[in-house]
C-alpha cells in the first residue's frame, strides 16, 4: 500500500533536496549502489541535518503529513541509521515518545534490537531517509509487530519508485507516505537549463533501471 503527499508539496521538497545537494546527478559516470544498480541519482538525506533551515522546513512537511495520514500515532520508530535523526526531530516536534531499531539486535548487553520504551498495542509510525526497495524499513517494522508494536505506517523523505519497492511494501498491512520521489524530481531538475538535455536519460532509468543499469556494464 503506497501514498503519496500533495504535489506542490512534493515539489517544494525535491528542491530543498537539490538546494542542499542532498541530491546528486551523474549519468556518464553514474553512482553505483551496494546491490551493485547504476543510477544517475543519488540521494543523501543525511545531509539535512546539517542545513537547519531546510531542515526545519522539512520537518514542518513530515508534521503535515502525520496529521493528515497518521493523526493517531502514539510513539515514532527510526530506522538505523539514516532514520534517527529525521525521527528524533518529528518526535520532539509532535511531543510524541521515540523508539529506533537496530538492523539486527546488539550482541553484547541487553541484546535489544529497538531502544527505547515500547508498550504493547501502541500505535507506531517508521520513520527512513529515503525508499529503494524498502527492506531495511520493512525489516524495521515486523521487529516492532513481534515486539508488540501496532505499525500503522511509515513515513519517508524521498522515494526512488522502484517496482521492487512497490510490491514490497504491496504486501504490507501498513502504508507508505513519501514526502518526494524520484517522477517530481525528474520534473524539477530538468527545468534548470543545465539538466534539462537530460531528461530522456533521467526518465529512462525511471521506466526500466535494470536496462539503464545493464547499459553501463
Known amino acids: 500500500m503506497e501514498n503519496v503527499h500533495q504535489t506542490s508539496s512534493k515539489e517544494k521538497i525535491a528542491n530543498i533536496l537539490l538546494d542542499i545537494e542532498a541530491v546528486k546527478i551523474s549519468l556518464d559516470p553514474p553512482f553505483t549502489w551496494s546491490s551493485g544498480l547504476k543510477s ?15 531542515r526545519q522546513l522539512l520537518i514542518e512537511a513530515m508534521v503535515a503529513a502525520v496529521k493528515e495520514n497518521f493523526a493517531q500515532v502514539e510513539v515514532i520508530a527510526g530506522t538505523a541509521t539514516a532514520g534517527i535523526p529525521h525521527a528524533a526531530f518529528l518526535a520532539q516536534e509532535l511531543n510524541l515518545p521515540m523508539i529506533y531499531v537496530r538492523s539486527s539486535p546488539k550482541g553484547h548487553g541487553m541484546h535489544n534490537q529497538i531502544e527505547g520504551h515500547l508498550n504493547p498495542g501502541q500505535k507506531v509510525l517508521m520513520i527512513e531517509d529515503l525508499i529503494s526497495t524498502g527492506g531495511s524499513v520493512i525489516k524495521a517494522a515486523h521487529a516492532v509487530q513481534n515486539a508488540g508494536g501496532q505499525v500503522i ?6 522515494n526512488y519508485l522502484l517496482d521492487t519497492g512497490r510490491q514490497n511494501f504491496a504486501k504490507e498491512s501498513f502504508p507508505l507516505v513519501t514526502l518526494s520521489d524520484y517522477a517530481t524530481l525528474i520534473d524539477t531538475v530538468t527545468q534548470k537549463p543545465d539538466f534539462a538535455s537530460h531528461k530522456q536519460s533521467l526518465a529512462n532509468w525511471y521506466k526500466d533501471p535494470q536496462a539503464w543499469s545493464q547499459a553501463f556494464n
Open 153 to 158: 505506517g511509515a513515513l519517508a523523505i524521498f
Open 40 to 54: 544517475p541519482i543519488y540521494c543523501d538525506n543525511r545531509l539535512i541535518i546539517s542545513h537547519p533551515q531546510s
